[in-house]
């Protein structure tokens, strides 16, 4: 590929039959290549998929050559006209416009350090000659474009129109324009005449197709719309394959509809502040989360398919669904799930109409599952793959790809394993109900809590005492709860993992959240007064009371099979203890709000400890992160299981050394329980007796 330095992808249509693209190959006769860029690139067949600014990469080196009659056809200056004004209203740089000029018409270019300044010593490359008459074309352009129908042209013909005046006007620079010194060249032109109507017409026609196509795409949504209830939305959207499916629908059903016009389609919808946002990372994303609730819900792929999750039904895939698992599953080493959906693909392949798969044919899948077979050792299957293929498709990318690792045979790839993984998918797949480790001990118990003022009593049941950790119920109204998810609801970013100065986005954690402090929302103060009245630790946040002893409350919202891997929340790198330490200290309690009720999935599981808790909404789940000896208890190991069913909102609540010294006091003994310690400190409680 030339590269032609700019991101556009100029791809040629008919009349360029075999070959789409611009190619070192197509360059015998850089005439001949000019004159048929000028005249086929730029009227009909020019496709810019992106169209940013150029990254000049390329060096081919031809010099411009003399042009060809069809080229000096080209200057017939009306035919620039309804062109030209958008040069004058897009804001395209002079520099940008050269360069882009150079690369229609394959002259040389360099380097981007060596793009012009306005003096136009350097033009790509070009001579000064050739720089100064640039300027001349472009500034004449400008200015006539100041006074012709600027507004007159649709925004979506731009990127080809673009072309067409770039091209048109390199001629019109290299041969200098001055068509009306000879009257053969005139002659020329308007003999030429007609194969420029031509190419206009394939343009039109190219542009009636493109609007069936997007017409059809529009009433096709529309009628799938007025079929469903709007106000069902947010139930419809609780099942994974039906947030997969809108994902999808939005980064790349709108994408290939709209075609090279997306980027001002989406112009216009975000000045009517519509989202309208997803992008290729968020496919890969939700592809990655459908992964995530197969291994740790241990689904199998067949069922997902149909919309089966542990029960719970929602809409099925469609076999490009299927084979994108299948091709993520691979490419993260999955590759027995990689198979599973390959073989869920064909045999939904071998049910779906041609119309409807047309994308994807059978030996398209093959050849992957060859690839698969091959990376898992088994070469026999991955050679009986690849003979099935090689004739039905011989140039699918997997083909190709296939044929060379079966000469290379790469080394078998071996399932990544992690240790705490089992534990974590045996927590997580239990029923939505609190599972305890040991329920038959004396100590977990449900009792009334009684606060530091009399009249509250809070529900509590004590889960572990090795770790302390119990949950309260209705600790927050349901208006409470839904107070705190309305004030975050226009300001979630994504949630980061790791320290404060490092920290970083990954897929360890996917959820959204924001923070909201006790002085912007009176419902905040208000519950985080109930759990200093709760845990008998202060909360203040006030900075004129000293170092605060909490955070903000956290605020959380899951997405697509959203998930939090296994951490422990105190800081635990040296110099973030150490900043932290200088204020307020480490994080040493949590108490983790549930915002929401969770109908499968979403539950907060204890890895080390082997504890379970299901998301219940305004219940909140309360634990040390310290043990009673100031150690940071490894038991109190956590993680968030990815959600299957439904809506999962949390509010984090982390309380601070500061202010807690006395407060959480230190146990007599080594061995003394968080249990012990309350016993010693707070007689309030009632006597837990033995059952
Ligand atoms: O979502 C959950 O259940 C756990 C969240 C968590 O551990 C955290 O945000 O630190
Ligand atoms: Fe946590």
Redesign the pocket.
Request: proline share 5%.
């Given at each position: 590929m030339l590269g032609l330095g700019l991101q556009p992808d100029l791809t040629l249509g008919k009349h360029w039959k075999s070959s789409t693209k611009l190619s070192r190959n197509h360059i015998k006769y850089p005439e001949q290549l000019i004159t048929k860029a000028c005249v086929h690139v730029s009227l009909t067949a020019v496709r810019v998929n992106s169209w940013s600014k150029p990254a000049l990469s390329l060096s081919p080196a031809f010099s411009p050559s003399p042009l060809s009659p069809v080229g000096h056809a080209m200057l017939q200056p009306a035919l620039l006209q309804p062109v030209v004004c958008l040069i004058g209203t897009a804001a395209i740089t002079d520099t940008d416009c050269v360069c882009l000029l150079s690369a229609v018409c394959c002259l040389p270019l360099r380097r981007e350090t060596e793009w012009p300044g306005r003096d136009g010593s350097s033009y790509c490359g070009w001579s000064t000659q050739l720089a100064r008459r640039a300027h001349q074309v472009i500034w004449y352009i400008r200015i006539y474009a100041d006074r012709t129908m600027a507004t007159a042209l649709r925004d979506e013909t731009r990127p080809q129109i673009w072309l067409t005046i770039l091209t048109w006007s390199t001629v019109l620079i290299m041969v200098g324009g001055e068509i009306f010194t000879s009257s053969l060249k005139v002659e020329r032109l308007v003999q030429e005449e007609r194969t420029v109507l031509d190419e206009l017409k394939q343009y039109i026609d190219h542009q009636y197709d493109r609007l069936k196509d997007l017409s059809s795409f529009y009433t096709d949504r529309v009628k799938e719309l007025n079929l469903q209830d709007s106000s069902k939305t947010p139930e419809v959207l609780q099942h994974p394959n039906a947030v997969y499916k809108a994902i999808k629908r939005f980064s790349s059903d709108y994408a290939l509809a709209l075609g090279e016009n997306l980027e001002s389609f989406r112009r216009t919808v975000a000045t009517a502040q519509v989202p309208f946002e997803a992008d290729h990372g968020d496919i890969r994303g939700a592809t990655l989360s459908l992964l995530r609730l197969q291994s740790v819900y241990q689904l199998k792929a067949v069922d997902m398919a149909q919309g089966d999750y542990l029960g719970y039904r929602g809409p099925p895939l469609s076999p490009i669904d299927t084979f994108e698992l299948g091709q993520l599953a691979f490419s993260e080493s999955r590759l027995n799930d990689s198979l599973d959906w390959l073989n869920v693909t064909l045999s939904l392949l071998s049910h779906f109409s041609a119309k409807a798969s047309s994308h994807l044919s059978p030996a398209h899948v093959k050849a992957l599952m060859g690839r698969v077979h091959l990376y898992g050792g088994n070469d026999y299957m991955a050679q009986g793959l690849y003979d099935e293929v090689k004739f039905t498709d011989p140039s699918g990318g997997d083909t190709l790809e296939l044929s060379k690792e079966l000469l290379d045979r790469p080394r078998a790839l071996l399932p990544k394993q992690q240790d705490y993984f089992q534990n974590f998918s045996r927590l997580c797949s239990l029923d939505n109900v609190l599972h305890v480790p040991n329920p038959a001990h004396p100590t977990m118990v449900c009792r009334y809590r009684e606060a530091l003022l009399p009249y509250y009593l809070f529900k509590e049941e004590i889960l572990s005492e090795q770790p302390f950790a119990s949950v309260i119920y209705n600790l927050t109204s349901d208006i409470e709860a839904d107070t705190l998810k309305n004030h975050v609801k226009n300001q979630l970013v994504r949630g980061r993992v790791g320290d404060t100065a490092t920290s970083f986005v990954s897929d360890i954690r996917t959820s959204d959240l924001s923070w909201v402090w006790d002085s912007e929302s009176s419902t905040a103060a208000n519950i985080s007064l109930r759990i200093k009245h709760l845990t008998g630790l202060e909360t203040n946040q006030d900075p004129s009371a000293g170092p605060a002893s909490t955070e903000a409350f956290?605020v959380?919202n899951?997405g697509l099979g959203g998930h939090?891997e296994v951490?422990v929340?105190p800081f635990e790198d040296d110099a973030t203890i150490e900043q932290v330490m200088e204020n307020s200290g480490n994080r040493i309690a949590?108490v983790?709000l549930y915002l929401s009720d969770v109908t499968r999935g979403?539950?907060?599981v204890f890895t080390k400890a082997g504890m379970a808790v299901a998301?219940v909404k305004n219940m909140a789940l309360f634990w040390y992160n310290f043990r009673p000896d100031h150690q940071l208890d490894y038991l109190t190991y956590?993680?968030?299981?990815p959600v299957v069913i439904g809506h999962?909102w949390?509010a984090?609540k982390w309380i601070w050394t500061a202010g807690n010294t006395f407060r959480r006091r230190c146990a007599l003994s080594p061995q003394a329980s968080q249990l012990d310690i309350e016993r010693d400190m707070r007689k309030s409680y009632r006597p837990l007796e033995p059952r």
């Open positions: 956290q959380v899951y939090y951490h929340d949590t983790l979403g539950s907060t998301p956590h993680a968030g299981c999962k949390i984090n």
